[in-house]
């Protein structure tokens, strides 16, 4: 697991298309798409990607945004765009980008915790990240979402 760079672009750009459309059933813009992933790495104070890699080849992916609290006076890592090639599925990919993730969090005095959201019925992933020492939350997310509300497929 290590840091995404802009090399990355095409793969992180794929991992979240698939992603959208496999978990939500959503056609992502894939214009819009490359330029919010190419967006992150213009401005790190966005986020960061990891990609896990397996033979000198990605395999999975997650991005990191951040949520400050002012109750913790610190930050949340909000887990987001988590994709692992089904290739790899059930295979390790998912936990070794979680737990390299929590260490590196867990090291940083300024970090408080990890969030992630998932949808409701997906029930795989809820069952993934159980296994990882995650648990629900006490919170709903609502939303309004001006870009994606028309795009379901």
Known sequence: VRLATPADVDFLVFGNAEMARETEHIALDPARL????????????RGLYFVAEIGGQPAGQMMITYEWSDWRNGAFWWIQ???VDPAW??????????????SIGKADSKICGIR??????????????????????????????????????
């Not at 599925?89 to 929590?102: I, P």
């Open 89 to 102: 599925r059930r295979k390790g990919v998912y936990r070794r980008l979680h737990d390299t993730v929590v």
């Open 81 to 83: 765009s988590v994709y």
């Open 34 to 45: 490359r330029a919010g992933v190419r967006a992150l790495f213009d401005d790190p104070s």
């Open 116 to 153: 992630l959201y998932v949808a409701r019925d997906n029930r795989t992933a809820q069952t993934v990240y159980r296994r990882v020492g995650l648990a629900p939350s006490m919170y709903e997310v609502y939303e309004d979402d001006f870009v994606l509300r028309h795009h379901r497929l």
